[in-house]
């Protein structure tokens, strides 16, 4: 995008025709973040807690961080180990090396620090398939677009999320090219805006496992694997056929409610086309078997030859790695949850656990916790009794744009910035694009009011608690405590495109990538596919098709009993105009948005239920009152709601808003997560529906 600057103000924001990857598109959330940078309810100083959840006063970065400082001083003298937290929201994703450091910060503070994040309500179950198959979290495997003949999209919506976990910001016109040469079929227990323009295979929601599997099944069955690969690159084959072969798609047919010649023909269309990928998504990353879905995903690329093929399944590299590819994290279980016992990944610790682990005293009983772009009591199940929880702390801390419905509980808010007042580096997600490019741009607002970096705002807590800065270990040798940027700077330079310092001198560095490609640098045509390969760290280099966990969740997936065909399941949407729950105060993006249950017409004259009714939804957690609307979009014996809703706190235009926040319907009970990633339930929850 362009930022047009005028008297210290955006005054518009356009998109970047000269672009190398965007070729002028953006999404019309980008130049909104021009008013929520410009909103007059944005929080401009650190807020000190008065009185009642939401009643602060401004207070100096000083008095707020000599503060907080003494407060972590005495929580870590009485608490022990285990007594800090971080939680790691969406935003900090987006924001260089952000969503490493706010986790590093509290490990510097407390080695066994507990590092929560949206992980658990987003891309667990992916992450743990590829440590499976591949021996390692990183980087994402993507569906290389632009060589695609046959695309599968499962659980998953582009048009309107456009494209998680994919680094393409024309995947529309990608994905218009794959149809118009083969087909992009949208597997969905809705008819979206991506299944509308494509082919639709409607699904009974938290079933995939049993589709993919069958699939699985069928092309073992019927030989159509790439023996090649699965012979000589591949560990696990014969066992695997073994666990499988019981999930025949007319067992699959039943559960998922795909005739079974469909699931035959699809599994044959895949394995036939020219080249092909499945992909999916956060539709089969929330059920009750999402790291056993996720597993099939990965392996029905594998042993159809898509991984690591032009045209399929692909991994790339991020401009900070080096040529060993990214950094090894904590192995999978490594330590576990003191609620529930469930499992880390990478390090992080189930964010559904949260609430009890602030509630329930002994040993590690949470103390402290540090939210950075994090909303949980919104996103994560049980908002209600987490918001309880968080009064009970010693010390929340909140980095935030506004007073939201998790900041309000804090004792400190601190003032961020937004992408218009700090420098990034496109590196987070650089590794997944297809068309691989980087890209530095420096801020082009000074920061507003007296937001700080959050980076620098960590640092200023571990100098007054006497530790070493978090990239104390990566300074320069005269710089104790880099600057960011100079941290990213040194990383680049070593980096697989760097400069090594002189070595290279046609190798990137900040300055040259500021100076010489404002609109990003195209470092390849396209993505390396065949490199994907080099970056499978099991020991023997070899794709693990068959691990331990997944053998015993292939058994609980056929002891599973039917589920009753009477019951209703909810699943999530996303809308264009929203971004998770925090950009409802832009007036331009709320205009026409307005949250609804969908439910079919047939489920809709069951009950009684007319159009626009006020209708009451119950879960085993919760009860909620919302607007119904009526469609066949939504397959019979689903309905949908939008999270991120039912606003309070500081964004009054949002908090205005009707709505109401889905999760609490969703389960905070350690017991219906699912357990070998600790992911919480949010798609496909039981639910009645009643006339109010
Ligand atoms: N406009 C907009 N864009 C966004 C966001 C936003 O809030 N708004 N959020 C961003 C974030 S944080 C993320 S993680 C990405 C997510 O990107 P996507 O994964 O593409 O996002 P969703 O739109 O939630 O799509 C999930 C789809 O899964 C379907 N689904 C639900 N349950 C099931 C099931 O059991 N089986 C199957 N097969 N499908 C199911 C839903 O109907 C839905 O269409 O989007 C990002 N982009
Ligand atoms: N039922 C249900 N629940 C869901 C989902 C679903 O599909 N269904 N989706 C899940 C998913 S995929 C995700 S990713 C999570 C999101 O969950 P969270 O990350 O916990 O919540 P967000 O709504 O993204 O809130 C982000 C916060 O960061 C602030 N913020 C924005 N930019 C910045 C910044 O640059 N710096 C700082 N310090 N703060 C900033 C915003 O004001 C906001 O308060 O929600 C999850 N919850
Ligand atoms: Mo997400």
Redesign the pocket.
């Known amino acids: 995008m362009i930022a047009d600057v005028s008297g210290g103000r955006i005054v518009k924001v356009r998109p970047d025709r000269d672009h190398v990857t965007s070729e002028g598109h953006i999404c019309l959330k980008g130049p909104a973040m021009a008013s929520i940078t410009h909103d007059p309810e944005r929080i401009l100083t650190p807020l000190r807690r008065k009185g009642a959840a939401g009643d602060f006063e401004p207070v100096s970065w000083d008095e707020a961080l000599d503060d907080i400082a003494s407060r972590l001083k005495a929580v870590t003298a009485a608490g022990g180990p285990g007594a800090i937290g971080t939680y790691t ?4 994703a987006f ?1 260089t090396l952000r969503y490493g450091y706010s986790s590093m910060f509290g490990r510097a503070l407390d080695p066994v620090s507990k590092a929560f994040s ?1 992980t658990h ?2 891309g667990a179950a992916k992450v743990l398939a590829q440590e499976f198959l591949y021996g390692g979290v990183a980087p994402f495997t993507f569906p290389d677009l632009p060589g695609c003949d046959f695309l599968i999209l499962i659980g998953a919506n582009p048009v309107i999320s456009h494209m998680s976990l994919i680094t393409e910001p024309r995947a529309r016109k990608y994905l218009d090219e794959i149809h118009a040469r083969g087909a992009v079929v949208v597997v969905d227990p809705r008819k979206t805006e991506t299944a509308r323009l494509f082919e639709h295979v409607p699904i009974r929601p938290d079933s995939d496992a049993w589709l993919l599997a069958s699939m699985v099944q069928h092309i073992f069955a019927s030989g159509l694997e790439d023996r090649d690969v699965v012979e000589q690159r591949c560990t696990g084959a014969s066992e695997l056929r073994v666990a499988i072969a019981g999930i025949t798609p007319e067992l699959a047919s039943a559960r998922c409610g795909i005739p079974a010649e469909q699931i035959r023909t699809l599994a044959e269309r895949f394995a036939g086309a020219r080249t092909a990928a499945i992909y999916g998504r ?1 539709g089969v990353c ?1 059920g009750s078997f999402a790291t056993l879905t996720n597993v099939m995903i990965e392996t029905l690329n594998v042993i159809t030859g898509r991984f690591g093929a032009p045209g399929g399944w692909v991994s790339g590299v991020s401009p900070i790695d080096g040529e060993d590819g990214p950094p090894v994290y904590p192995a999978y279980g490594a330590t576990r949850t003191r609620i529930g016992d469930l499992p880390s990944l990478m390090g992080t610790t189930s964010g559904g656990t949260l609430a009890k682990d602030i509630t329930t005293p002994g040993p590690g009983q949470l103390r402290a916790l540090f939210i ?5 009591v ?3 199940p049980g908002g209600d009794r987490l918001a309880d929880a968080l009064e009970q702390l010693d010390l929340l801390v909140s ?4 007073v ?1 419905e ?2 309000r509980h804090a004792h400190y808010i601190l003032p ?4 218009f007042e700090r420098d990034d580096l496109t590196q987070m997600w650089a590794s997944n694009a297809p068309r691989p490019w980087v890209q530095y741009v420096p801020a082009v607002l000074p920061p507003q009011g007296e937001a700080r970096l ?1 980076y620098d705002v960590y640092d200023a807590i571990l100098e007054r608690m006497g530790h070493p800065g978090i990239f104390a270990a990566r300074g320069t040798p005269d710089q104790a405590r880099p600057a960011l940027m100079d941290v990213v700077d040194h990383a680049v330079r070593a980096g697989v495109y760097g400069d090594r310092f002189g070595e290279r001198p046609e190798g990137l560095t900040l300055e040259r990538l500021q100076r010489e490609f404002p609109h990003g640098k195209r470092v390849a045509e396209r993505v390396d596919a065949a490199a994907s390969w080099k970056r499978v760290r099991t020991p023997d280099g070899k794709v693990r098709l068959l691990h331990t966990v997944t053998e015993k969740e292939l058994a609980r997936l056929q002891a599973e009993p039917s589920p009753a065909s009477d019951v209703l399941l909810l699943i ?1 949407r ?1 809308k264009l105009g929203s ?4 950009m409802h105060n832009v007036e331009r993006l709320v205009r026409s948005d307005r949250p609804t249950l969908l439910i079919n017409p047939h489920d809709a004259r069951n009950r009684q239920i007319r159009d626009g009714d006020k209708v009451i939804v119950s879960s085993a957690s919760g009860s909620v009152e919302v607007e119904v609307e009526i469609s066949d979009e939504i397959s019979a014996g689903t309905v949908s709601y939008p ?2 809703w039912g606003n309070k706190g500081g964004w009054s235009r949002a908090a205005s808003l009707p709505g109401v926040n ?2 609490l319907l ?1 389960s905070s009970r350690v017991e219906d997560f699912e357990q070998v990633s600790g992911i919480v339930h ?2 496909g929850v039981k639910v009645t529906v009643s006339a109010a």
């Open positions: 929201g969406n935003p900090a924001g949206v309500t987003d956060l929330r950075d772009s994090g909303n949980p919104s996103s994560y980095l935030d744009l506004y939201t998790t900041s961020a910035m937004t992408f959050e999530g996303r971004m998770n729950s925090w999270h991120g889905i999760n969703t949010l798609d």
